[in-house]
């Protein structure tokens, strides 16, 4: 069955909430005893809220009707962006990004497109040789920074070649890696 959705669009790529704008729309949901016809359209952002609905949100980029997921992994989070800060690399160099709190979610999508069978997405892309790009503020310092995280503490060359264009190359974690890891290139 098509469902309608309301794409947004952030700086690291497009999201999308469920979008409500009959009462035939929200059945099967816990708002459909709650949300009036008056107060349609609405968005359903999860299990605990909703809100109106308005094109005129800066966002907002356009309604689309699926069966599936409305947007593909690089739509959703964009591919070898130019301004790349946080998210995942692929042994290749290839990045796909994410703000601090979607790596998770950016697995389990690339999973499905590389790894079907896995049933465990971040262990699965680390084991792969990915590296994982996340977010170094610990709440004293005064600027966020970046951390390279590998699971196996392997790195390749496209990935220190990467790094290097992405200013990551002279973190301590990514020296550490590049010196453990110079006899395999």
Known sequence: MKR??????????????????????????????IISKEQLPVVITGESGYFRFTDKDYMFVKIVESEGCPLTLEEMFFKNQDTFKLGWMSPEGDTYSCNYTNHTKAAVMLCEKYFPTAELPERTLGKAGWLKIIDSWDGTQREHGQFVYSLTGKITKRQVDKLYDLGLYNNEEVQKMIADCEDRW
């Open 4 to 33: 309608k959705y309301a794409i947004y669009k952030s700086e690291t790529g497009y999201y999308y909430h469920p979008y409500c704008d009959t009462l035939e729309s929200l059945k099967g949901t816990k708002f459909e005893k």
